[in-house]
C-alpha cells in the first residue's frame, strides 16, 4: 500500500520548536518527487506552506513562514522533514504532506495548482502558552 505518515505534531509554546517527519512506505520516495507541506486551520482554507523540489532539492516557502521553516530530505530514510522554529500561535493547524513525480518543481504545484499523487493523513500542532 502507498502512503505517507506525517509524525511529529504536538503542543508547543509560542517561540518553540517542532520537526514534523513526512514517512513514505510502499514507494520510494527519493529525489524524484517533489513533497509539499500543507496546513489546514479550522474554518480556514488549506494552504500550502513548503516544497521540496525533486530537481535541485530548491524549497519554496509560504512568506509567513520563510525564515522559521526548513524543509529537508533524508533519501536513506524514505522522509522529508519540516523543521518549525519560533513558532507562532497563527501556526496552529493540521499539517499535511503530499508527494508527487509528475513535475520536479514546487512551482507547478504551487502556481499552477497540478494536484499531488500522495497525500498523508495529517497530523496537529497547536502553538499556544
Known amino acids: 500500500q502507498l502512503q505517507l505518515v506525517e509524525s511529529g505534531g504536538g503542543v508547543v509554546q509560542p517561540g518553540g520548536s517542532l520537526r514534523l517527519s513526512c514517512a513514505a512506505s510502499?514507494?520510494?520516495?527519493?529525489?524524484?518527487?517533489?513533497v509539499g507541506w500543507f496546513r489546514q486551520a479550522p474554518g480556514q482554507a488549506r494552504e500550502e506552506v513548503s516544497c521540496?523540489?525533486?530537481?535541485?532539492?530548491?524549497?519554496y516557502y509560504k512568506n509567513s513562514v520563510k525564515g522559521r521553516f526548513t524543509v529537508t530530505r533524508d533519501n536513506a530514510k524514505n522522509t522529508v522533514y519540516l523543521q518549525m522554529n519560533s513558532l507562532k500561535p497563527d501556526d496552529t493547524a493540521t499539517y499535511y504532506c503530499?508527494?508527487?513525480?509528475?513535475?520536479?518543481?514546487?512551482?507547478?504545484?504551487?502556481?499552477?495548482?497540478?494536484?499531488?499523487?500522495?497525500w498523508g493523513q495529517g497530523t496537529q500542532v497547536t502553538v499556544s502558552s
Open positions: 503530499a508527494a508527487s513525480s509528475q513535475y520536479n518543481y514546487c512551482s507547478a504545484y504551487v502556481s499552477f495548482g497540478v494536484p499531488y499523487d500522495f
Open positions: 510502499g514507494f520510494t520516495m527519493d529525489d524524484s518527487y517533489t
Open positions: 521540496l523540489s525533486s530537481n535541485d532539492n530548491s524549497p
